[in-house]
């Protein structure tokens, strides 16, 4: 095998020894440097941007959860409002009613006392009209034959008959 | 007319430089090392250059293997391990765009030279064994006993892990060398056959090759793969010194 030919060993060593150390000296000098920190940077920047994105998120989380509670709150404040206002509704028709129950009580009252009061105006208004229609009658039927003292008698008795035929 | 398949390899003095005896002409293979080292250096300093955000196609490519061999790193030595990451880094760019320029039609494989693999591998050798001594010193010679060895078992482990030690830097060279010459045999072989065969059973080798061609490419780079991260896992050795056995279990 030719590789085992030790004749060119020496050149082959020494110019390997050359060329690798000019390699490591350019790649140390102008090469790994950048790459390595252009690797730091971008992974800096990712775990920047992971740790932001986890904080965002645990931001909206926190205010999500401010936010459903508000609404929470809201919803009990608006249950609250509404039970309130059947309550004062309820409340305000018992009132209503009663008062204007009390009101027609009154007016049913009223008119009957009117009426009742009309009514007995009118009995006596008959009353005294028939008196002085059968005072009329019978004076004009007994004129001669009767005494004064009897007309009266008679008149009384027709107006107790009377009143008694219509006790109201 | 028939050539060898592994007439590939052979080397001619083409500018011949000889200082103090010893030979240092410049032949095809130190070409290609050339070839290589300015290919790598110009597209990874373009590379970092960009330095974008958002990465084009050539940053995007050179970060991934940058990230992947600091990956390597941190996995097998940790953090303190970024040290060695100009070198780790540099290696298996070296030897990966040695294997991948070899394997343009005509170009040298710089990776298939046993000479060069050794060379790269007894320097890591080389490097993890000074790390460990002036990190543990005379302590370090405890990696021939693994933990948990019962005392009578010493005398046995002894001979068996400094075998094993040894083994590391030959095995290193030897994976690379072996893998890279296989290849470039296997497709020699196979593309001899295509040209003899001529049309009528030429195809069938022919196929082979590209297929062989194509698995060359995976091998290309699972071969630099390997060489870095036995880099990675000796340095580890020599850093933590049975820790980082006790790290892996």
Known sequence: MPQFEPDFFSSLIFWEVISFGILLFVLYKYAFPGILSALEEREKKIKDSLDQAEQHRSEAERRLKEYEAKLNAAGKEAEAILVAAKERAQRLLDENEQRLTAEAERIKGDATRQIDQERRKALQDIRAQTTELALMVAEKVVQRSLTEADQRRFADEALEALSKSQPR | ?249
Request: charged share 10%; aromatic share 12%; net charge neutral.
């Open chain 2, 1 to 249: 007319m028939e050539e060898s398949p592994l007439h590939q390899f052979e080397l001619q003095r083409w500018v011949p430089i000889s200082i103090g005896g010893l030979d240092l002409s410049i032949n095809k293979a130190v070409v290609f090392m050339w070839v290589v080292i300015a290919v790598a250096a110009v597209l990874m300093v373009m590379a970092g250059s960009s330095r974008k955000l958002v990465p084009g196609k050539l940053q995007s490519l050179a970060e991934m293997m940058v990230d992947f061999i600091r990956t390597m790193i941190m996995e097998t030595m940790g953090k303190e391990g970024m040290r060695f990451f100009p070198l780790v880094a540099t290696l298996f760019v070296f030897i990966l765009f040695s294997n991948y320029i070899g394997l343009i039609p005509g170009a040298y494989t710089v990776t298939s030279q046993i000479i060069v693999t050794a060379a790269f591998s007894f320097l890591v050798y080389g490097i993890s064994l000074v790390v460990g001594f002036s990190l543990h010193g005379v302590k370090f010679l405890g990696i021939l006993v693994p933990p948990g060895t019962p005392g009578w078992l010493v005398p046995l482990m002894i001979p068996i892990e400094i075998i094993s030690q040894i083994a590391r830097p030959i095995s290193l060279a030897v994976r690379l060398f072996a893998n890279m010459t296989a290849g470039h045999v296997m497709l020699a072989v196979l593309f001899g056959l295509t040209i003899s065969g001529g049309l009528l059973v030429g195809w069938l080798p022919f196929v082979f090759t590209v297929a062989i061609y194509l698995l060359e490419f995976g091998i290309a780079f699972i071969q630099a793969y390997i060489f870095t991260i036995l880099t990675c896992v000796y340095l580890g050795d020599a850093f933590h010194l049975h820790g980082h056995e006790e790290h892996a279990h």
